[in-house]
C-alpha cells in the first residue's frame, strides 16, 4: 500500500480518477433529479466563499463575520450591469472582474480603519459593517432606486458567451446538458482555479507572511513584514474571492435580495471553515461539502421520519440545520480546536501543547 | 421656552416661532425616549463590560440572555395575564422568574462554552460564542415559534405632557429602575468582597488567586450578574415595544457592545455613560437624519448609527470616553 502511494503515477492515476469522478458527477446527479445538481453548485459555491474566508481567518487569523458582504457586493454588481433593472446587459467576463475589484475595495475600505485593532474587536467591526451593507441594500430604493431595496432585484442575466447559454438546455455527444449541469462545469472550473491559487498563495512569501501575523504579530513585524499592507491583502484577496462567488450566485439565482445576505450566512460560512480545519485548503473544502449536503440530506429524511413518528412536523429542518451549526462551532472548538482535518502548523502546535501540559 | 412664551405673548404668534418651539419639542421628545432606550442599552452593555474586564472575552452570546428573559417573562404575563392579579405584581412575578432563570443560562454558557477554553486563542472562545447564540435562538424558535408575539398590554400607559413632548411610565419606570439596578450593581462592586474579588480578578488573575480568590468562581459570578441584569432589560425592552422575538437578542447585544466600547470596554461607568449617550445618538439620529439629508435617508437607517459609532471610537479612541489606555494584549 505504502509502496502504491509513493509510487508517482499512482498519484496521477489518483488525480484523474477525482477528475472523471468530478465530471461525471452531475449525470448521476441529474439521475437523481435537477435539484441536486442544484444543490451541489450551490455547495460548490460556498467552497468558493469558505476558501474566500479561509485566506482572512485561517491564514491571517483575522476574525471576519461580515465576510457575506463582500458576497452580497459581488452579487449586486452583477445583477445591477445584467439586468434590466438598469437596463444594463454587460457580459459575465467582464462584469466578475469588476465585482471582484469592488468586493476588494470594499474590503480594504473596511480593513484600512479597522486593522490596527486587536482581533475581538475586529470581528465586531466586521459584523457591524456586514450588517451595514445590508442595511443599505435594504432601503437604497430611495430617493433615487438602486438596489429596489427588500424587493431584490429579478430576471438576472445567465451567463453566455456568444450564442451559447448556460440557462438554456443543449444536446451534445447524444448527451443533454440542462442549465444546472452547464453552471456546473463552469463552477468546477472556477473552484479549481481557486483551490489552485489557495494553496500558491499558502506556500508564497505573502502566505509565509500571513502565517507569521497569525502566530505573533509583534515578532512578524519584528522580521520586517509590514504587517498592515499584508493584513489589507488577506482582506481585499478573501473579498474579491467573496465578490466572484456572489456574481456567479445572481447569475445562477437570477434573483437576489437583501434576504440572501443575512448574518447568518457570514457565520455559516465561518462554520464551514472552523468544522474542516481554518487554514487547510482540503479541511475548509470539507467543512463546506459537508455543512452544505448534511443539511439537505436532512431535509429529506427529518421530515418523513417525524410524519411517521409523530404524525407531524415538530422541528424543521431548517431549524435543525442551525443547530447543527452552532453545535459544530461549539464542540469543534472545544474537543478538536484544528478542525476535522486540521492544517500541518496547527496540528504540529496541538501536539506541542499536549506534550508541554 | 419662557423667553418663547413672553414673544408669543407680544406679537402675534409667527409662523417661525411656532416651528421653533416645535422643534424643541420634538428635540425634548427624542432626548426622552434615546435616555429611555439608553438606559437599556446600559444595562446589556454592563455585563459585556464586566465579563471583558474579568477575562477579556466578548460574551457574544450575552445578548441571546436578554431574549430570553424578555421571552420568558412574555410566557409568565401571559398565563397571568386574565388571573385578576395587579398587573404591576404580574410583571414582578415575570421578572422574578426570568432573572433566575437567565442567571443560570449565563451561569452554564460559561461553564460549558467558555471555561474549557481559558488559556486558548483569542479566536476560540469567541468563535464558541458565536455556536452558543445560535444554538440559543434556535431553541428558543423551538419554544416559542418564529413569530414576534405581542406582549399583553397589561399595564395602563399613562402619557405626562411637557408642551408637545409626552413620557410615559413605561419610561419613567424603565428608568427608574435601570438607575436602581446600576446603584445596585456599583455597590456591588465597589463596597462588597465579592466587588473587591471581582476587582482584584480583573487586575490580575494569578495574583488574585494567590490572595486566595478563586478565580473561576468570581468569574462565574460575572456571567450570573451580568445575565441577571440582561433579564430584567429584556423584560423591560420587551414590555417597552410590546413585542418579542427570537432574533431580538442579536441586534440589542450588539448594540449594547457598541455601547459597551464607546464608553471604553472593561469600564463600568464607562458602560453606563456610552449606554446612554448611544441611546440618545440613535434617538436623535432617527428624528433628524430625514431633515439633515433632506429625505435621502430616512430613520429606517437607525440601526446604522450604533456601528457608526462603534466604528469612529475604535478608529479615534479605541480606549472608549472614560477607559485606560490599553497596551496590546494580543
Not at chain 1, 162 to 180: C, E, I, K, N, V
Not at chain 1, 211 to 237: C, N, S
Not at chain 1, 282 to 301: M, N
Not at chain 2, 173 to 181: K, P, V
Amino acid at each position: 500500500m505504502n509502496a502504491l502511494r509513493n509510487h508517482p503515477q499512482a498519484k496521477w492515476i489518483g488525480v484523474a480518477l477525482v477528475a472523471l469522478a468530478l465530471l461525471a458527477l452531475p449525470f448521476a446527479l441529474a439521475s437523481a433529479g435537477t435539484a441536486w445538481v442544484r444543490i451541489m453548485n450551490l455547495a460548490i459555491l460556498y467552497i468558493l466563499l469558505s476558501l474566500g474566508l479561509n485566506i482572512v481567518v485561517g491564514f491571517a487569523g483575522l476574525l471576519d463575520l461580515g465576510y457575506i458582504a463582500f458576497y452580497a457586493v459581488g452579487a449586486y454588481a452583477y445583477a445591477l450591469l445584467a439586468s434590466p433593472h438598469f437596463g444594463l446587459h454587460l457580459p459575465f467576463w467582464v462584469i466578475l472582474p469588476i465585482g471582484a475589484l469592488v468586493a476588494a475595495l470594499f474590503g480594504v475600505l473596511l480593513g484600512a480603519p479597522t486593522l490596527k485593532l486587536r482581533g475581538d474587536y475586529l470581528a465586531i467591526v466586521t459584523l457591524g459593517f456586514g450588517e451595514i451593507v445590508r442595511i443599505f441594500l435594504n432601503n437604497l430604493s430611495t430617493p433615487i432606486n438602486i438596489t429596489n431595496g427588500p424587493r431584490g432585484i429579478s430576471r438576472i442575466d445567465a451567463f453566455s458567451i456568444g450564442d451559447f447559454s448556460f440557462a438554456r438546455t443543449d444536446a451534445f455527444l447524444g448527451l443533454t446538458f440542462s442549465g444546472p449541469v452547464k453552471y456546473y462545469y463552469l463552477l468546477l472550473l472556477v473552484m479549481v482555479a481557486v483551490i489552485f491559487i489557495n494553496l500558491r498563495l499558502h506556500d508564497s512569501r505573502i502566505g509565509r507572511a500571513w502565517e507569521a501575523i497569525r502566530e505573533d504579530e509583534v515578532a512578524a513585524r519584528a522580521m520586517g513584514i509590514d504587517t498592515t499592507r499584508v493584513k489589507l491583502l488577506a482582506f481585499a484577496m478573501g473579498a474579491s474571492f467573496g465578490g466572484i462567488g456572489g456574481g456567479m450566485f445572481a447569475a445562477i439565482q437570477s434573483f437576489i435580495s437583501p434576504e440572501s445576505f443575512v448574518l447568518v450566512e457570514s457565520v455559516m460560512v465561518l462554520s464551514m471553515v472552523v468544522l474542516g480545519g481554518m487554514g487547510n485548503v482540503g479541511g475548509v473544502i470539507i467543512g463546506a461539502l459537508l455543512l452544505s449536503f448534511v443539511p439537505e440530506i436532512l431535509r429529506f429524511t427529518v421530515e418523513p421520519l417525524q410524519q411517521r413518528l409523530f404524525g407531524r412536523m415538530l422541528v424543521e429542518p431548517e431549524v435543525i440545520r442551525m443547530l447543527i451549526f452552532g453545535l459544530a462551532l461549539v464542540l469543534v472548538m472545544i474537543l478538536r480546536p484544528g478542525g476535522l482535518w486540521p492544517s500541518a502548523v496547527r496540528r504540529r502546535e496541538l501536539s506541542a501543547g499536549r506534550e508541554a501540559r | 421656552m419662557d423667553h418663547a412664551w413672553r414673544v408669543e405673548k407680544l406679537r402675534a404668534p409667527r409662523p417661525a416661532l411656532l416651528q421653533s418651539d416645535l422643534l424643541m419639542d420634538i428635540f425634548i421628545q427624542q432626548l426622552i425616549n434615546g435616555i429611555t432606550l439608553g438606559a437599556v442599552y446600559a444595562m446589556v452593555a454592563l455585563g459585556y463590560t464586566m465579563v471583558y474586564g474579568i477575562i477579556q472575552l466578548i460574551n457574544f452570546a450575552h445578548g441571546e440572555v436578554v431574549m430570553v428573559g424578555a421571552l420568558i417573562a412574555f410566557s409568565v404575563i401571559n398565563a397571568l395575564a386574565g388571573s385578576g392579579l395587579p398587573p404591576v405584581l404580574i410583571v414582578l412575578i415575570a421578572t422574578a422568574c426570568a432573572a433566575p432563570l437567565c442567571m443560570l443560562l449565563g451561569y452554564s454558557m460559561e461553564r460549558i462554552a467558555y471555561r474549557p477554553l481559558r488559556g486558548a486563542p483569542r479566536l476560540a472562545p469567541l468563535i464558541t460564542a458565536i455556536g452558543v447564540s445560535i444554538i440559543l435562538q434556535h431553541i428558543a424558535l423551538l419554544i416559542w415559534t418564529r413569530n414576534p408575539l405581542a406582549f399583553p398590554q397589561i399595564i395602563g400607559i399613562e402619557s405626562y405632557h411637557a408642551g408637545e413632548a409626552t413620557i410615559t411610565n413605561v419610561q419613567i419606570a424603565i428608568i427608574g429602575i435601570s438607575t436602581l439596578m446600576m446603584a445596585g450593581l456599583a455597590f456591588l462592586v465597589y463596597r462588597t468582597r465579592l466587588g473587591a474579588a471581582m476587582r482584584a480578578t480583573a487586575q490580575n488573575a494569578p495574583i488574585a488567586g494567590l490572595m486566595g480568590v478563586d478565580a473561576n468562581k468570581i468569574i462565574a459570578a460575572t456571567f450570573v450578574i451580568g445575565a441577571g441584569l440582561a433579564a430584567v432589560a429584556g423584560v423591560m425592552v420587551a414590555n417597552y415595544y410590546g413585542i418579542a422575538h427570537y432574533t431580538m437578542g442579536a441586534n440589542l447585544g450588539l448594540k449594547a457592545f457598541c455601547a459597551a466600547v464607546l464608553g471604553g470596554i472593561g469600564n463600568l461607568p464607562g458602560a453606563m455613560l456610552g449606554g446612554v449617550l448611544l441611546g440618545v445618538v440613535e434617538a436623535l439620529g432617527a428624528g433628524y437624519i430625514g431633515d439633515l439629508t433632506n429625505n435621502v435617508f430616512g430613520s429606517n437607517y437607525q440601526d446604522v448609527f450604533a456601528f457608526i459609532v462603534l466604528i469612529l471610537v475604535l478608529v479615534f479612541r479605541p480606549s472608549g470616553l472614560l477607559g485606560e489606555k490599553v497596551g496590546d494584549r494580543a
